[in-house]
């Protein structure tokens, strides 16, 4: 039996059928989970049932985090995704709820969040509150390089409206977040946390929730981690802000 999994599910006051629901899966499936010795979910439903009960998926499954133990350039990638769409909100509430320090959503748009997140912009200025530095770097809605991208793409939700879309929602949080526009990362998104990051290339004539997609964890100086870190600082120095300082307007 999984003492350890029936315990956390006890102190967090979840049942079986709770805990499958936030899971998405089958309630006699949670109750195997419990029971049978050896019993590992897949990735995904070992994200999501860490974040329902408040505990580290490692406490859970033990031997899921030795198995995953990697050496060499590799073990910065934690899991590897086909779409960024079958990345778990479970993931993406866990790695924003976790960083302390410092979250940077650089993404063209970024306007997927604000839908998959219940209460995203509360959450950041919680967190901006408590110290953790928090950024958007986005594209410019009016830009050459944006209309060309929506020709690209050709969907009726333009590619200009979903920028538009989270500059109004990051505009509700002046004073918490800082935001500025670049170009330079119109075919790859990086979402820091931390010492986790998402990490989405972008293929040619797709959108970004059907772009291949990893999530990387921090272990080595100058490992591929880094690399994109510095990608994003180097964009963030030369970006141009999104409020100008003598009135705050944008």
């Known amino acids: ?74 073990r910065e990638i934690a899991e590897v995704f086909p779409y960024r769409s079958a990345v778990p909100a479970s993931l993406w509430r866990t790695l924003i709820t976790r960083a302390e320090r410092e979250l940077t959503f650089a993404g063209y748009t970024n306007y997927f969040l604000w839908l998959e997140q219940a209460r995203f912009g509360t959450a950041l200025r919680r967190k901006a509150e ?48 800082d935001a500025r526009f670049s170009d330079g990362h119109a075919y790859l998104s990086v979402f820091r946390f931390d010492d986790d990051m998402i990490v989405t290339p972008l293929l040619t004539h797709s959108v970004g929730h059907d772009a291949p997609t990893l999530h990387l964890r921090r272990h080595q100086n100058d490992g591929i981690f880094d690399r994109f870190a510095s990608h994003i600082e180097e964009l963030w120095t030369r970006g141009r802000p999104v409020w100008r300082e003598s009135d705050g307007t944008t």
């Open 1 to 74: 039996m999984n003492e350890a999994l029936r315990r956390a599910m006890a102190k967090a006051h979840l049942t079986d059928r709770e805990l499958a629901e936030r899971c998405g899966v089958d309630a006699k499936t949670v109750g195997r989970w419990i029971t049978q010795t050896g019993r590992v979910p897949h990735a995904r439903h070992r994200w999501a049932v860490a974040e329902a009960v408040g505990e580290d998926e490692g406490l859970l499954w033990p031997t899921a985090a030795k198995t995953a133990i990697k050496v060499g350039p590799d």
């Open 130 to 177: 408590r110290g953790c530095k928090v950024r958007f770097l986005v594209g410019e809605p009016d830009s050459e390089l944006t209309q060309s991208r929506e020709r690209d793409e050709n969907v009726p939700l333009t590619l200009s409206t979903r920028i538009r879309v989270t500059l109004a929602e990051v505009e509700k949080l002046k004073g918490s977040v």
